[in-house]
């Protein structure tokens, strides 16, 4: 499998120049591709594909002398990024989303280049990565690099450069044990499993407001242009990535976590999206880190070995997990779930559970797992009576 391995890089001054002004070269080289596109199409309803404009590179190399000390692959790839845009766009089209047609890129909307062949371009040149045109540049390994690199991808984010390695690694596969999990994400508690275990939701961006109000309003009393301004937004964008990096390292240990644990994982189906279009919700469900979680766990339980099943969400909390009756008034408010057939326990462990059941019922209809031989059944710690599943 493909995985990514992210680095910090230390560029001289000199280089810092030099990636900047690829950078620059690339963001022109998009907007001048999409504005071939566009015009084609509105003025002589033409189509201009992916290798008409990868035929240009060449051209740009020759004329354009801020191109000329620029590896090809890098411009190439730039042609790519720009074809998997408008695919993306064609996609949502035909699925009846919002389309999001391609947009020109601005200074601030263009940050990154690659080079998709390892060797060709870039290489990791004693201890430090090699890159045509810009020479070795330092690399804060803090991890080992593991697998076949193929390729790299160099970026800037808030002041700080990054390289980014897609390595082809062999699956760390993990024998089966038998135990399968529901989780339920939520807003008090970040995750709840159907076993009864909570993790807490520390609320990353919600505990960083105060200092982020301060951050804001010296940003916008420094005068547009000038370099007090360039330094606040520096500092304001550190603090975003700051935010940024508390909440996915945490995502990223839970979710090793549980892949590592468990052989079954069941999650809900999510349409996150949608979600937040509840105001009174968005900020919170923006913060736990909802998507990512699920992108993280597919990834881990993925490269694991691990099966996980998404579920549809519906009537999960308001379901009773034992008899299977209907909660008829059961807002947010009610951390408590009492049935009349006995059952009583937090009901983000009643919906934990009722989405394991509901990935049990998949499963056994789609014959894709032996729930009599290795299926678990777990009593929750904080229900007072025995709930079977």
């Not at 191109?67 to 064609?90: C, E, G, P």
């Not at 900020?283 to 339980?301: E, H, P, T, V």
């Not at 499963?363 to 904080?382: A, I, N």
Request: proline share 2%; charged share 30%; hydrophobic share 35%.
């Amino acid at each position: 499998m493909i995985k990514t391995f992210q680095y910090r890089l230390y560029p001289s001054k000199s280089q810092q120049k030099t990636l900047t002004a690829i950078v620059e070269t690339c963001r022109i080289f998009y907007n001048n591709c999409l504005a071939e596109r566009k015009d084609a199409y509105e003025e002589r309803k033409e189509c201009i594909g992916k290798f008409d404009q990868l035929k240009k590179v060449k051209e740009l190399k020759e004329k354009n002398p801020y191109a000329k000390n620029v590896h090809s692959h890098i411009l190439q790839l730039v042609v790519t990024d720009l074809d998997k845009a408008f695919k993306a766009f064609f996609r949502r089209v035909k699925t009846g989303a919002k389309p999001g047609y391609p947009r020109f890129k601005g200074k601030n909307r263009f940050d990154s280049f690659g080079l998709k062949e390892y060797g060709n371009g870039f290489r990791v040149d004693k201890n430090k990565l090699k890159v045509s045109g810009i020479g070795r540049i330092s690399v804060r390994w803090h991890r080992p690099l593991e697998g076949e690199i193929k390729t790299v991808r160099i970026k800037e984010k808030a002041g700080k450069w990054f390289a980014s390695f897609a390595c082809m690694v062999e699956d760390k596969l993990l024998p089966s044990n038998g135990l399968a999990v529901g989780i339920d994400v939520g807003i008090k508690s970040l995750l709840t499993t159907s076993d009864g275990e909570f993790f807490e939701n520390p609320k990353w961006y919600r505990e960083s407001q105060a200092k982020l109000r301060v951050i804001q309003r010296r940003v916008s009393r420094r005068k547009f242009g000038g370099r007090n301004r360039h330094k606040a937004v520096r500092i304001l964008q550190n603090h975003h990535t700051h935010v940024v990096n508390q909440r996915e390292d945490c995502l990223n240990k839970i979710a090793y976590r549980i892949a590592q644990k468990y052989t079954i994982i069941a999650i809900e189906d999510l349409q996150i999206q949608n979600m937040v279009k509840n105001h009174n919700l968005s900020k919170s469900i923006l913060d736990g880190g909802w998507g990512y979680f699920s992108q993280q766990l597919a990834f881990k339980a993925a490269e694991a070995g691990r099966k996980l099943v998404r579920v549809s969400p519906a009537y999960t909390s308001k379901t009773c997990s034992n008899c299977g009756s209907i909660f008829e008034h059961l807002d947010l408010s009610v951390r408590w779930v009492d049935c009349l057939c006995g059952l009583s326990m937090d009901r983000d462990v009643n919906a934990a559970i009722n989405i394991l059941k509901k990935a049990k019922e998949i499963l056994s209809r789609d014959g894709q797992f032996l729930w009599e031989s290795t299926w678990v059944e777990v009593t929750p710690c904080v229900s007072q009576e025995a709930v079977a599943l």
